[in-house]
């Protein structure tokens, strides 16, 4: 939670504000097309007292942009565990499904659905590694690497999820398949934190900076 600062309009200053506290309020679950823990929170004559303070005063914005950072690394890690468990169901499947006379597994079609799902989950999976590590080793921003690892694993991860779905054929499609859950559940993985338009634009603005 931040504050605009009356006296400094320019001015953001974060603040923890605790459940409990009075005024703070909790207005609805925000229902979407999979289940995701979001809502709707209200402040509403709320006081928060100075100790609530998160860093320095008038830092807020800088403590915000740095969350992110780390936000978005986390939600492309989210993606590849989403994206993994469709590649699983397509190679089990692809193994026991016979047509025409045999496994789908022996179609080389599928066999090069599986080789790119499997490519591509490496490589998102390798992009965040790489934006946890820096982090890890003190990195004070980690923009270009988290933008490209969100970025590349959830786009990767829909892409993944689609071809399972193609694998799978009707039965990819049925309510209570897996894939089909996953299919609804990765969507608004490429939206919040930031749209992969919007991580795109921040990869590009970190390279031309890093060249002036």
Same mark, same amino acid.
């Not at 403590?63 to 690394?73: G, H, K, N, V």
């Not at 499947?93 to 591509?120: C, E, N, S, T, Y």
């Given at each position: 939670f931040a504050?605009?600062e009356? $006296?400094r309009p320019k001015?953001?200053t974060a603040f923890?504000?605790e459940?409990?506290?009075?005024g703070f309020?909790?207005v609805r679950?925000l229902e #979407?097309?999979?289940?995701?823990?979001?809502? *709707?929170?209200?402040f509403?004559?709320?006081?928060v007292?100075?100790?609530?303070?998160i860093? +320095?005063e008038g830092e807020g914005?800088k403590l915000?942009l740095?969350?992110l950072d780390r936000?978005?690394?986390?939600?492309?890690?989210a993606?590849?565990? #989403?994206a993994? !468990?469709?590649?699983d169901?397509?190679?089990?499947h692809?193994r026991?499904?016979?047509?025409?006379? +045999?496994p789908?597994a022996d179609?080389q079609?599928?066999?090069?659905k599986?080789?790119r799902?499997?490519?591509r989950?490496r490589? $998102?999976r390798l992009l965040?590694?790489?934006?946890?590590?820096? +982090?890890?080793?003190?990195a004070?921003r980690v923009?270009? *690497?988290?933008?490209?690892?969100?970025a590349?694993?959830?786009?990767?991860a829909?892409?993944?999820i689609?071809?399972?779905?193609?694998?799978?054929?009707? !039965?990819?499609?049925? +309510? *209570?398949s897996?894939?089909?859950l996953?299919y !609804? $559940?990765v969507r608004?993985?490429?939206?919040?934190e930031?749209?992969?338009?919007?991580q795109?634009?921040?990869v590009?603005?970190?390279l031309?900076k $890093? !060249?002036?």
């Amino acid at each position: 939670f931040a504050i605009l600062e009356k $006296s400094r309009p320019k001015t953001i200053t974060a603040f923890l504000v605790e459940a409990t506290n009075p005024g703070f309020q909790f207005v609805r679950p925000l229902e #979407m097309s999979a289940p995701h823990p979001l809502g *709707e929170i209200a402040f509403r004559d709320c006081v928060v007292p100075e100790a609530a303070r998160i860093g +320095k005063e008038g830092e807020g914005l800088k403590l915000a942009l740095s969350t992110l950072d780390r936000l978005r690394a986390t939600v492309g890690a989210a993606a590849g565990g #989403m994206a993994a !468990r469709p590649l699983d169901e397509a190679i089990d499947h692809a193994r026991v499904r016979h047509q025409f006379g +045999k496994p789908l597994a022996d179609l080389q079609l599928i066999q090069d659905k599986i080789a790119r799902m499997a490519i591509r989950l490496r490589a $998102s999976r390798l992009l965040v590694y790489e934006a946890a590590w820096e +982090k890890d080793q003190g990195a004070e921003r980690v923009t270009l *690497e988290s933008g490209m690892a969100k970025a590349f694993a959830t786009e990767n991860a829909q892409t993944i999820i689609d071809d399972a779905v193609q694998i799978l054929g009707g !039965r990819g499609v049925l +309510k *209570e398949s897996m894939v089909d859950l996953l299919y !609804r $559940s990765v969507r608004a993985l490429r939206i919040y934190e930031g749209t992969t338009e919007i991580q795109h634009l921040l990869v590009a603005a970190q390279l031309l900076k $890093s !060249r002036a």
